[in-house]
């Protein structure tokens, strides 16, 4: 039996189960671009300039070209690499 349910933000949603999580609060916590937010701000600019908002684009290129990219830091490169592992993905081999 699926049940209605009611979470705490109101929203309504149907669980076959009791677990209480509500799926569009749990949507909401994750933003899709999500890694750009570990970044520092001219880190995350780089990418943003080279229009790249997601760890699918990402992933087109190399770990060389990323830091070539202006204001891109040395430091950001383990941050990415771990979203990208996290989404089983990673950067281009050249
Ligand atoms: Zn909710």
Redesign the pocket.
Known sequence: MRTLKT???G?K?YKSTDCPT?P??EEERKPKDGFLSLLSAPARRALENNGISTLEGLAKYSEEEILKLHGMGKSSLPKLKKALDEEGLSFKYI
Request: overall charge neutral; charged content about 25%.
């Open positions: 979470c705490e933000k929203h949603f509500c569009i609060c």
